[in-house]
Structure formats: C-alpha cells, structure tokens
C-alpha cells in the first residue's frame, strides 16, 4: 500500500521495541480493576477462529497465549497442563478488533465534548484493542490519555491519531480552527509528529492546500485520510490522498456539494451504477485508496433507534439523554420530503460500498461514535454485519475491521492477525459467528497483549458516563 516506506520503517521499528518489552507492558496493566493479569500461557480450546486473513475460518483449533503473545493456532496445539484452559466449543475467537474512525468525544450539549475514560472502556469492551481516531477535539488530552493507558493508569485500546482538523479558513465546524495556508499547519505539526499516525483532510481544503499537506505528510511518514467537500474525490485521487471517509455521503461527484439536511436527498437521487460511479471505483482501486464507509452513523440521520441492537441507552448520563432528546427533535423537525430520502440514502450508500468492494476497493470498518447512539465497541459489530449486507462474507468483514486496518496503519507485523507469533490481541465471541454474525455482539472475553478483560465488568463500569 502506498502509505509510505518511512512510515512502515519507523512503525515496525517501534513495534520490534515494543515487542522486547511486552511482558512489561502486560504487568503494567494490572491493577485497574476491570482485567486479569496474564497467565505465562492461557489455552482457548476446540473454538472457531476467523484469523482476520479474509482466508476460510477454522473449526476446531486450539489457541495458546504465552507471554502476551499468541504462541500456536492449530487444532493439535501442545500446551502447558497449569495453563488457564476456557473450553470454546460453540464459540469464536477473532482477533482483536480496529475501528478506524473511532473518535474520543461525542456530542454533549452544546458542544463536543471528551468522553475519554467511558469510550475507552465501552471500545475494549466490545473487542476493539485498536483505534484510529481520524481528528481530535483536543489532541494533547488525549495523547495524554494514551500515555496513561500505556502506563497502566487507564484501562482501554491503543490509540493511533492523526491529530488536529486539517481544515481551510473557516471550517463549517464552529469549533474546528482552520489553517490559512499549509505553511501554517506544518510549523503547527512539526512537534507533534513523532505522535501521529496521519492527518485528516476537512470539508473545506481544497486541491491545491490538499496537495501540499499531503506532501507534507507523506514525507514525515504519515498516511493521509480526508472528509472531504470542497475537493472532488479526482482531484483526492490525484493529489495522492490514503483514504476516504463516510462512503457514498462524501463523493461530491455523485451526490454534489450540498450540506446537512440537502445531502441526504442528494444522496438518495445519486447514480451509483453511472459511467462516472465505475470510473470513480476504479481510480480509487488502481490508486489504492481505501474508504472507510461509516455507516452506522449515517443511520443517526434517520433518528430511528431500533436500527440499534444494543442497549446504548444504558451508557448515558442525563446529559447524554438530553443531547438524544434533542437530536431526536432535529431529525423529527426536518421537512416530510427529506425524512422520505433517508431509506433511499442509505439504500444506495451501501450500493455503493458493495460496488466498490467487489471492484476490488480496499473497505475499512469504522464507525464514527460522535452521535449517543453510536455506543463504541458494540457499533462496529453492527458495522461489520452492515458490511456484510454490502456483500462481505463474514471473513472478509473481519479482515476489513483488523488486518486490512493494520495495514493501513503499518503494524501488520504484529497486529491484526490470529497467527503465531503475534501479539496477542483476541477477542472470544460467545456463540458461532459463521452461523449468526449478530452474535459478534455478546464478547465473553477480549485480550489485549495477553492480559484478560471482563467485557462485562467493562460495560458496567461505563453505565452512565456519556455525558
């Protein structure tokens, strides 16, 4: 993938650092209350494993944990007899998960607002070890938070960032601070580089801006992701640009440049099986520019909640339940002939992502947590069974949501993957997940680095505390 040969270089560097060091990093997990401390081995027994390949599950395999890392995947694994053994028959272990849009705030009130500590939880929780948050509210909090988890303060994923907004002059996000030139926002970056994983293009720069930040990122090694607007997804394409996020909602050439509420009809009326859609699947494709769909957040459009099946009420404060209350209000005051568009939108967005997906366009899972329904952790579940409905098979949706993410990132070496050898990322899924998919929902155990979490416990903690 083109992200970049430094940033590879310098990712595995790290990485191989790290790995010295990883049963530190377990023993300093200990201790926060929601987690076990590694076992010198842990055995998984006779479970299904979707290895995160996009390759063929396996029925019957043993997985053994040693040291924080995964130390055999087959159905004749030999293990310690004092190891700690959970019995998987009827259950399935993927690995642990990457939600590459999984913001740190949400909506508050009045504003966005961090949700630090409760997101984490919910994050890991749902089997989410990894997430890339694509634009921070506050950037230094929440690297700060990230240094807390590393140092076994917090309890929560690994966090790759791409830091501030990259936006032009004055955002259409009140509280986003646009750059009046690229010069700008490199002396800006320059001390946060060693940081960030990428940065996030917004609505307003265009091709030129866009072209020089992301010469400017690639050659400080970061991949570059874009929400884009006043940009066509050509002149994306063509400037260089990694990713594409929120699917169908963001090609301007399809569905033009009109905002919230317009957009949704103008989506709605989008031709995706047009010439220019093929041409536009194609370059995204021949240039290996991923997209990240998004999809269960387009859903929060409709205000229709039933479309989520988790309790995500239980993890809002009044605040929290008041934002709902006031979205819900938003979505109900909008005009009968854009509520009538809703369907047809997201109708076609998947259309869209199913075209793209069987041309052969890298797709990711994310799932952009800002709006209260959009519980972290538990989302992406529902994303990944909506990739399915985009013509996934269940494989392949897990490798979108791991492996393929990893990539992305540059940590493939040692994340994102049930396979030997590799951290030891994994989550335990209670049920057969080749059989039901929405089975994805009930976690009964997530490991991160070796080091065993109670999703339960997790989710208890986090009750109440989306404000």
């Known amino acids: 993938m083109k992200l970049g040969k430094l940033k590879r270089s310098v990712a595995r560097i790290i990485l191989v650092l790290g790995l010295l060091s990883v049963s530190g990093i377990v023993a300093s997990c200990a201790g926060t209350g929601n987690e076990s401390p590694a076992q010198s081995v842990q055995v998984i027994r006779n479970v299904t494993v979707i290895d995160g390949t996009g390759g063929p599950a396996q029925k019957g395999v043993t997985v053994v944990i040693k040291d924080g890392l995964i130390d055999a995947v087959s159905v004749d694994a030999i293990y310690d007899t004092n190891a700690e053994v959970i019995d998987g028959t009827g259950m399935t272990v993927v690995p642990g998960l990457i939600d590459m849009h999984g913001h740190l705030f949400g909506r508050g009130a009045t504003e966005t607002l961090p949700q630090h500590e409760t997101y ?117 394409v063509e400037i260089g640009i990694d990713g594409l996020e929120h699917g169908l909602y963001t090609i301007t050439e399809l569905v033009g440049e009109a905002g919230y509420p317009a957009i949704i009809c103008a989506t709605a009326n989008a031709d995706v ?121 269940i494989e392949e949706a897990i490798n979108a949501a791991s492996l393929s993410a990893a990539e992305v990132l540059g940590v493939d070496r040692s994340f994102g993957s049930v396979e030997k050898g590799k951290v030891a990322d994994l989550v335990v899924i209670d049920g057969n997940v080749l059989e039901d998919p929405m089975s994805l929902f009930n976690t009964y155990r997530v490991y991160k680095s070796g080091v065993a979490f109670d999703p339960s416990e997790l989710r208890q903690s986090a009750e109440g505390g989306i404000r």
């Open 120 to 236: 984490a939880k919910l994050f890991l929780a749902g089997g989410v070890t990894t997430v890339f948050s694509p634009g921070s509210r506050d950037p230094d909090a929440v690297i700060e938070f990230r240094r807390r988890i590393e140092a076994g303060e917090s309890v929560g994923p690994r966090i790759h960032l791409a830091g501030r907004y990259v936006d032009k002059g004055q955002s259409v996000v009140s509280w986003i601070d646009g750059f009046g030139d690229v010069a700008e926002a490199e002396s800006y970056f320059e001390p946060y580089l060693g940081e960030l994983s990428a940065l996030k293009l917004y609505t307003g720069v265009d091709r030129d801006f866009g072209k020089k930040a992301v010469e400017y990122a690639h050659r400080n090694g970061l991949f570059v992701t874009g929400h884009i607007g006043a940009m066509t997804v050509h002149e994306a």
């Open 273 to 393: 099986d047009s010439p220019e859609a093929t041409r536009l699947i194609r370059m995204l494709r021949d240039n290996d520019v991923y997209i990240t769909p998004t999809t269960v957040v387009h859903l929060a459009m409709k205000g229709d909640v039933s479309v989520y099946p988790y309790d995500w009420m239980r993890f809002l404060s009044e605040q929290g339940r008041a934002v709902w209350s006031d979205l819900k209000g938003t979505v109900l005051s909008l005009p009968s002939e854009v509520r009538d568009c809703f369907d047809r939108a997201f109708e076609n967005h998947l259309r869209f992502v199913a075209r793209a997906h069987r041309a052969g366009v890298r797709v990711l899972a994310g799932t952009d947590p800002i709006p209260p329904m959009v519980s972290p952790g538990l989302s992406l579940h529902l994303e990944i069974n909506y990739l399915m409905a985009a013509g996934m098979s």
